[in-house]
Every structure is written in C-alpha cells, then in structure tokens.
C-alpha cells in the first residue's frame, strides 16, 4: 500500500499543511488507498512534505506525485477534461500554490494571533525543550522567505487586499458549481479545498478569513468536500 508521509491533524484538517491536505485529498478523491506516516524528514527526497512511498521508492513534491499516480493508477478525475477547463484549473492551482500559500503563511507565522495558535503544534515535532529553541529560528526563517518572495515587503494593509483579491478570483471562477470545472470533482479540486479550508478552519478572527467567510460559495464547497470525503475524521 502506498504511504503518505505528513505531518499533524489539527483545527479539523488532516494536516497543518495545505500541500499534504491537497494530496491526501486527491488520494481520497481517485480511490487510490494509503496509510498516513508520521514525515521522517531524512527521507524526504525534495526535503520537504508531503512525499510517498510506493514500491520501496520515494517521491516528493505533492505536484509531481499526482502526476505520478496519474500514469501509475490511471487518470479518474482529468481524463475527461479539455483543453480549456484544464487550463482554468492549471491557473486556479497555481494563483493557490504561489500566491495565495503565502497569505497562509503569513497568518500563521507573522500575525502574533496567528503564532501563538500555531506555535505550540509545531513544537511538537521536535523533542521535549528542543522545540522552544529551534521553532523561533524556523519563524525567522519563514518571515525572511516571505520577503524575498515579495508579500512581506507589503504593509499589512496591501497584503490583505492582495489576499483578498485571490479569495475573490477563486470565488468567481467557481461559481455556484457544485465543483471547480462543473458537477464532478477533479485533480484541481484538491488544491482548491486544501488552501481555502486552511484559511477557513485556522480559528483566527483575521480580516482574510472573515473575508473569505463572506465568500458563501467557497463555505459550502468546503463543506461539501469535507463531508464527502472526511466524513469519518481527518486521519
């Protein structure tokens, strides 16, 4: 059986990173069966999550994996697709991944509200004291990597109206549709619940997530994807 390296479940995600939530959830979507792992990162051949294992070999990047599974398993969500629609899911995923990614980032890491939800769960991947030393750099680490992509160059005031126009974007592009591209879920689909329940399920009160609550049709879709493909948990 395949496994899905990851990290934790937490504010009724499967997992504090949206990237492992879009894949386990592509997982769940294309029926392919898993078992979820606890990441060791030593084995994480992009150094990163989520990577699997299948067949003794490993494979990072969530992206790729799909893609990989796709040849592997068969193609049950895109087949199907044409040219425009997957074009408008390419853009959707890629406005979420490394544009939108970075609001996450920063409500996480950078508000104070944020990080004081945050920071105790992600002590706990470290051993007993060692995370109160090493977690504070890694903040510095992701506030410097926010910068050089540009979002942290802007005033909370700027990066707000840029996270909001995101929301928006997705919100108009899905429509009332009961999924991204029409009646039946795609690979696109993933992605698109993955960082939008982020924002939504993190139990801050910040402006971008009462934004994004106002967004009706991206509640109900988060909704609906959860009940049908978590309806037992987030494992």
């Given amino acids: 059986m395949l496994t899905l390296h990851k990290t934790t479940a937490a504010f009724g ?5 949206p990237f492992c939530v879009k894949l386990e959830t592509y997982l769940r979507m294309a029926g392919i069966p898993y078992m979820g792992k606890p990441a060791a990162f030593g084995k994480a051949p992009k150094g990163k999550i989520p990577f699997i294992e299948e ?12 893609e990989h599974l796709k040849r592997k398993h068969g193609d049950t969500l895109d087949a199907k697709l044409g040219a425009e629609d997957i074009s408008t899911g390419h853009l959707v995923r890629r406005v979420l991944e490394e544009s939108f990614y970075w609001h996450i980032v920063h409500e996480r ?10 920071k105790p769960i992600f002590e706990t991947f470290f051993p007993p004291g060692v995370g109160k030393l090493v977690v504070p750099m890694i903040r510095r680490g992701m506030t410097k990597a926010m910068h ?3 979002l942290g160059r802007h005033t909370p005031e700027e990066i707000l109206e840029m996270g909001k126009a995101d929301v928006s974007a997705v919100a108009t592009t899905l429509g009332d549709k009961p999924f991204l591209l029409g009646d039946n879920p795609t690979s696109f689909d993933a992605t698109l619940y993955a960082f939008i329940a982020s924002i939504l399920l993190f139990p801050v009160d910040s402006p971008l997530r009462k934004y994004t609550q106002g967004q009706q049709n991206l509640v109900r879709y ?10 037992n948990g987030q494992k």
């Fill in 222 to 231: 988060c909704e609906h994807v959860q009940k049908r493909y978590f309806a």
């Fill in 55 to 66: 067949d003794g070999a490993f494979l990072g990047d969530s992206q790729l994996i799909i």
């Fill in 109 to 118: 890491w950078v508000i104070p509200e944020g990080w004081r939800l945050y």
């Fill in 148 to 150: 050089t992509q540009g």
């Fill in 13 to 17: 995600l499967s997992d504090i990173s």
